[in-house]
């Protein structure tokens, strides 16, 4: 039966003048959004970003999609602004959408106090690759240079990216992730520091990217071949940031090196659910992954 609440409501894809007031309804929700990522993606893919508008146009509530292997989405966040909750609105946005792409497979995290939400809307827990566990950790620095000192990582260098590590950036981010990503790739290139790590033979092996937002460096992703590049990269983080010691991590269930760098202050746990086939990305590169919004 249809919600007649919602029937007020039109789904439609944002418009560059809405950006930056959507990117400020999600902030809350979005802890590795920032107001020049969002603004950066939308441009990279417009008719993927959808909002509900009230019969005076006024944005209500968002989601949107991230491409990752052909015919599969990533969803982002729901979020339905105060005053147009318990409506059904958060179902009714989702529900146009995918209704858009029958074919699509999509997943998503989220917390797992959303779970009763997504499987009633059909989704089902994604495995292997079933959740994203959430660190805030203090790092001292004394101690990983000891750590990375003891792994024997000195013929390896991490360094900030320049445009000549490109090409080498995709073909790495492939291998990682399973899928191209270049217009990702290339946000955080615009938006945030990317720090690459080469073994002594100058080849690619690991890169990470990370911003500030409240206070708190963030770690927007990290692929790497090994702990001791992992290690690496993320001190030499830790040089362009100098006035801050807290960082957030996203790491798989399965992986959990980051969060035995520093000492925990908080932790939570995200699940992964899916509805459709997914093809489940290679795990083995990856250390910490980014946004719930846009990850894999």
């Known amino acids: 039966m249809a919600n007649t ?28 959004l920032t107001l020049d990522k969002f603004s950066a993606l939308y441009k990279t893919f417009p008719n993927l970003f959808f909002v509900a508008a009230t019969d005076k146009d006024e944005v209500a509530a968002t989601m949107s999609l991230y491409p990752t292997f052909k015919g599969e989405y990533v969803m982002g966040n729901i979020v339905v602004k105060d005053g147009h909750r318990k409506k059904g609105l958060g179902r009714k946005i989702m529900d146009d959408v995918l209704a858009m792409y029958p074919e699509a497979a999509v997943s998503l995290t989220a917390v797992p106090g959303a779970d009763q939400f997504y499987i009633n809307t059909g989704f089902e827990f994604t495995e292997p690759q079933q959740g994203h566990d959430i660190f805030h950790l203090i790092l001292d620095r004394g101690d990983l240079d000891k750590r990375l000192a003891e792994m024997g990582e000195g013929d390896s260098t991490f360094t900030l990216y320049d445009p000549s590590s490109y090409d080498d950036l995709l073909v790495y981010d492939l291998e990682a992730k399973g899928y191209p990503n270049v217009g990702y790739i290339e946000m955080q290139i615009l938006c945030f520091k990317v720090i690459i790590a080469k073994d002594s033979a100058g080849r690619l092996v690991g890169y990470g990217v990370a911003f500030v937002k409240r206070n708190e460096i963030v770690l927007d992703g990290l692929y790497a071949d090994s702990d001791s590049k992992a290690l690496g990269i993320t001190r030499e ?11 957030k991590i996203q790491v798989p269930s399965s992986r959990l090196f980051l969060s035995e760098l520093g000492h925990i202050t908080s932790s939570s746990k995200y699940n992964r659910y ?6 489940l990305s290679p795990l083995s590169k990856v250390y910490n992954v980014g946004d719930c919004d846009f990850t894999y």
Do not use: A, Q
Not at 12 to 19: A, H, I, K
């Open 5 to 32: 609440r919602c029937e007020s409501y039109t789904i439609r894809t944002l418009r560059p003048e809405e950006v930056e007031d959507t990117y400020k309804l999600i902030d809350k929700e979005g802890w590795n």
């Open 237 to 247: 983080i830790l040089n362009h940031f100098p006035d801050r010691n807290t960082m």
């Open 274 to 279: 899916s509805k459709g086939h997914l093809k």
